[in-house]
């Protein structure tokens, strides 16, 4: 409307019969409008300029606007150019299998690049076009604090727009525990077989093998259909190496097969890979990059499960320490997975606190923050007297340490009424003069507490500090 009332002001007739021409000014004023109402270049248009970002989450951008300066490539099949592309220096803070999506972020028709490093000249790792409807969703391998630089652009050569970029764990389901315990299982999206590999070489393991009937149908109903969504998976079974020779890619024996009726068949010289159905668990052998198999379903074998045990006892048996000292036990154990550590301690007039429960825990109290093999008491004070273990336990079993008591003392406190005072000058004396008197006199006393230069005895040695005690305080 604008433009128009524009060109309209411009014309005027120089005669009746003349045509109508356009003036310099209308010309002028009309490409200024055009220009002011042109869409912003986004700061981010060239590869160079790639915006940074990190971790998972999202992300909005607009291609409206931008150029294109990337090359076409193939994803997965089919040669596409990301048009009027933008670019972003992704930064992992996860190992492992990561997506990177604009399902559900955008009703632009888009195509999403993977690069290996933030250089404009990196290696393309993957490429995704349609993987929900028009939209884009691409899963490769990260290393946390390494750096990938992600394409975002249009199919159309005309048509852009703008939404989300959604990056998350490319892991859709695990880790799976097996009903054996031997082994945890995986799912991730993956378009090709080998794509499906990697994925679980990053997780320590390979593409499932499968056994047994009874794993077939765990892995395809607990795994692959996790959520009851009907899916086709990658397994580890290639005949890749020699035709007809089906092998598993974890190396281990082929004991147990489940093919469909007619299967495998090679359809097409180029069905060298192994897919599980969802529906019927059976298997059909397929290309690398079969367009209905998208997922991988992945093994990682646990090492065995092993009990814990102690393989440094906390020592000595006795500690004896003098009030605002520091006291450090120590122990560590094997086992696997390796054990959780808990230090416990009950009091002298306890022992039986210490025997276990049928649980595996005993009935001592449990020290606040005390989880690893190290137990530091700093400025230990006479109720940190007791005795002290530690607790290790795992999936397949728990062992105590040796215990250790220690015994704190009020230095100077010769009457133990928990306090260090004029009235201890006498009972301090007896127990240097007559101990066995002072026993009698002070039942249940330690002469220990006179020990006040905490050199490890009771003796003349010990007069000055107890006065220096007496007069201005420790």
Known sequence: MRLTLITRLAIRPASPAAPQRLSLAALAAIVLFGAAFAPAQPANDDCQDAEGIAEFGLFPWSNVGATTDGVAHLCPTISRQANSDIWYCWESGFDGPVRVSTCGQTTLDTIIAVYDGCDCGSPLITCSDDACGLQSRATFNAVASQFYLIRIGSFSTTLTGSGNLLFESGILAGPILSPDGGSVYYMTEAVTWHEGQAHAESLGGNLVTINSADENEFVRAGVLRFDGADRRGWIGFTDQDREGDFQWISGEPVDYTNWGGGEPNNAGNNEHYTELLGGSGQWNDVPFNHATTRFALIEVLLDPCTAPGVSQQPAPAEILACDGDTVMLSAAFSGNPAPQLQWERAPLSEPESFIPLIDGVSNG????????????????????????HCLAYNACGNVYTQTVTLRVNLRGDMNCDGATNNFDIDPFVLALVDPVEYAATYPGCDTRNGDVNCDGDFNNFDIDP????LVGGP
């Open 466 to 469: 107890f006065v220096s005690l």
């Open 365 to 388: 109290a449990m020290i606040s923050g005390a989880q690893t093999g190290d137990l530091t008491l700093t400025g230990v004070l006479p109720a940190d007297t007791g005795i002290y």
